[in-house]
């Protein structure tokens, strides 16, 4: 479909025969040509009698001045986004007028509409590659601002007015729809991360709490027993404060514990009594001896108690003696004879008993179950928050909670591992500190950069590796070579600086094991390849993959490695493994 504002197929006429032309507009302009000077306009302010009877015979072209007003689709050739690979249809509508007819009519303009939609799709092209597929709402509003003033074209011709609607074609809204669908899912997860975080977390709490009141309930059980007197009687009065209603009960008992007390004290008496007289008839005591054996029947039955019986030494026989030698002064006996009783030997004093452990092994020991680790290994997980991140960086969050998880259900790994997290993008940033991982360590959000730089982050490196493992040497024995987990999804934005503070990291003598992962745009085996301590510590995305994709297949590698290093510092040795998941590949495989 064409539009031609010359209304006399761009071929000059007569003026005289201007009236006679079909579908003559109200308003047009009369355009006489000049021969080696500016052409003559007549319009509708000249249009005067005298005007048409002067230039009669004069050629003219007639050109339409009302306004135009059109919609166009632009469906064929949609509008491609920042991506490259999804596009946009647009469908706008478009009102023009001429507003110099001279040069419509020098340029020849056979259809205006050509000339207005050429226009329109030239910056319309522009926009849409500023935005992503999924922003379709802000490129519109874009436009619609861009295109809300008058804009005069150098063919002659004013657009008054545009406004556009822009959607996705079929291949975009399917693609938008799986990355929402991933979003979605990934929010899911995170939640059931958090809660299961949340929900561990105050089981933990709860259970202290109740271990803290069973210990403190059982102290002051301790301390009431302490003052109450153990003896039969003590526990039936402790029975009856507690248990007033059974005052009978306990009255019973206590009557029969009496008559008990007292039927034992007269068994004694009768014993007693007994003895006393199968001494007398046997000679071993005399007459002397009565009023000490008489005072003695008299306190055991006035008193209950058994007073001690003297020993044969103690007993006089016949002549002074009870068949054996009379004890000297000492009250020991000299002769040795038959019948004699000697002291027995003095108790030796126990040998003291030593508690605990001894040296700093027994200081050292772990208060959990599971071997404890011989040595400890710091590994530095350190992320790319740049712009291109935005797609994945809620997966790289997840990631980092992942492994929390990971540690968290294997604290005999985590014992061997002390874990820092570092992002960078314009600047470097300690994101969390060089820690044991556990359930109840802080793991925030990650946050957006504007750049994308490396120095920063190698520059961070160099100061903290040196510091944190001389500190961890104060507390263990033995500290391993430490680990940097770098991930990049875009070449550096200062690529003449960072070579410089890289290279001086890995001449340090405390230079890390540095494991790389380059996804997006900085999978490229040559970049990784320089950033990697070793070539075989260097690993891509495979081609084609999408960032989301490949944040989830670096979170299995980072999960697995951390693994593998805690095991190999659990049974005494540095070993040092990667095993690519699906979807990433070794660096030197693919240079």
């Known amino acids: 479909m064409t539009l031609s504002l010359i209304l006399n197929d761009r071929k000059p006429t007569e003026r005289r025969r201007v009236g006679k032309l079909s579908g003559l507009p109200p308003s047009f302009a009369v355009v006489y040509p000049v021969e080696h000077g500016p052409w003559e306009m007549e319009t509708r302010r000249d249009r005067t009698a005298t005007q048409r009877i002067l230039h009669a015979n004069r050629m003219c072209y007639v050109v339409d001045l009302s306004d135009h007003r059109r919609t166009g689709r632009l469906s064929n050739t949609p509008l491609t986004c920042s991506d490259g690979g999804h596009r946009f249809e647009a469908t706008f509508d478009v009102g023009f007028r001429v507003h110099d007819p001279v040069r419509l009519v020098q340029g020849n303009v056979a259809d205006a509409l050509a000339v207005v939609y050429g226009y329109l799709t030239t910056r319309m092209r522009g926009y849409a590659a500023q935005f992503a597929i999924d922003r379709a709402v802000e490129a519109q509003d874009y436009m619609n601002r861009a295109f809300a003033a008058e804009m005069a074209l150098a063919e002659g011709i004013t657009i008054y007015h545009c406004t556009v609607l822009l959607e996705l074609d079929a291949a975009?809204?399917?693609?938008?729809?799986?990355?929402?669908?991933?979003?979605?899912?990934?929010?899911?997860?995170?939640?059931?991360?958090?809660?299961?975080?949340?929900?561990?977390?105050?089981?933990?709490?709860?259970?202290?709490?109740?271990?803290?009141?069973?210990?403190?309930?059982?102290?002051?059980?301790?301390?009431?027993?302490?003052?109450?007197?153990?003896?039969?009687?003590?526990?039936?009065?402790?029975?009856?404060?507690k248990h007033p209603a059974e005052t009978e009960q306990a009255m019973n008992l206590l009557l029969r514990m009496e008559e008990a007390k007292v039927a034992r004290g007269d068994i004694r008496e009768e014993r007693h009594v007994e003895l006393v007289k199968y001494l007398i008839e046997k000679g071993v005591v005399t007459e002397v001896d009565l009023p000490w054996l008489r005072h003695g029947a008299l306190e055991s039955g006035s008193s209950g108690g058994l007073v001690p019986m003297p020993t044969p030494r103690q007993l006089p026989g016949p002549g002074g003696a009870a068949g054996g030698a009379r004890p000297d002064a000492a009250g020991g006996d000299r002769s040795g004879g038959a019948g004699t009783v000697t002291d027995p030997p003095r108790p030796t004093a126990?040998?003291?008993?030593?508690?605990?452990?001894?040296?700093?092994?027994?200081?050292?020991?772990?208060?959990?179950?599971?071997?404890?680790?011989?040595?400890?290994?710091?590994?530095?997980?350190?992320?790319?928050?740049?712009?291109?991140?935005?797609?994945?960086?809620?997966?790289?969050?997840?990631?980092?909670?992942?492994?929390?998880?990971?540690?968290?259900?294997?604290?005999?790994?985590?014992?061997?591992?002390?874990?820092?997290?570092?992002?960078?993008?314009?600047?470097a940033e300690v994101l969390v500190p060089l820690v044991e991982m556990t359930w109840g360590t802080g793991v925030p959000d990650l946050r957006a950069g504007t750049e994308c730089r490396y120095r920063p982050v190698f520059q961070r490196l160099l100061e903290l590796l040196p510091m944190e493992t001389e500190r961890l040497k104060e507390q263990v024995e033995r500290v391993y070579r430490p680990v940097v987990f770098f991930l990049t999804t875009r070449p550096p934005e200062d690529g003449g600086e960072w070579p410089a503070v890289h290279a001086e990291l890995m001449?340090?003598?405390?230079?890390?094991?540095?494991?790389?992962?380059?996804?997006?745009a900085a999978a490229e085996p040559s970049l990784v390849g320089r950033l990697a301590s070793r070539p075989e510590l260097g690993v891509v995305a495979v081609p084609d993959s999408d960032l989301v994709r490949s944040s989830v297949q670096f979170s299995v590698l980072l999960q697995n490695t951390v693994l593998s290093i805690g095991r190999s510092a659990l049974a005494g040795a540095m070993e040092l493994q990667l095993s690519c998941p699906e979807g990433l590949t070794p660096g030197t495989a693919l240079s």
């Open 172 to 241: 975009a809204r399917g693609f938008v729809q799986k990355v929402r669908e991933a979003q979605r899912d990934q929010l899911l997860g995170h939640e059931v991360h958090r809660s299961a975080e949340d929900r561990a977390l105050s089981e933990e709490r709860l259970t202290n709490i109740a271990e803290e009141a069973r210990r403190a309930r059982e102290q002051r059980e301790r301390a009431a027993l302490a003052e109450v007197r153990m003896d039969f009687r003590g526990l039936v009065l402790e029975h009856l404060t």
């Open 350 to 427: 126990p040998a003291p008993t030593r508690w605990g452990g001894s040296g700093p092994a027994g200081s050292r020991a772990r208060g959990r179950g599971g071997p404890s680790a011989t040595g400890l290994v710091p590994v530095y997980v350190v992320l790319d928050v740049s712009p291109g991140t935005e797609a994945c960086r809620i997966d790289l969050g997840n990631a980092l909670r992942s492994l929390q998880t990971v540690l968290g259900n294997s604290p005999d790994v985590a014992s061997a591992i002390r874990l820092s997290v570092l992002t960078y993008a314009e600047r």
């Open 507 to 520: 001449r340090h003598h405390y230079h890390p094991h540095l494991i790389v992962c380059g996804i997006g």
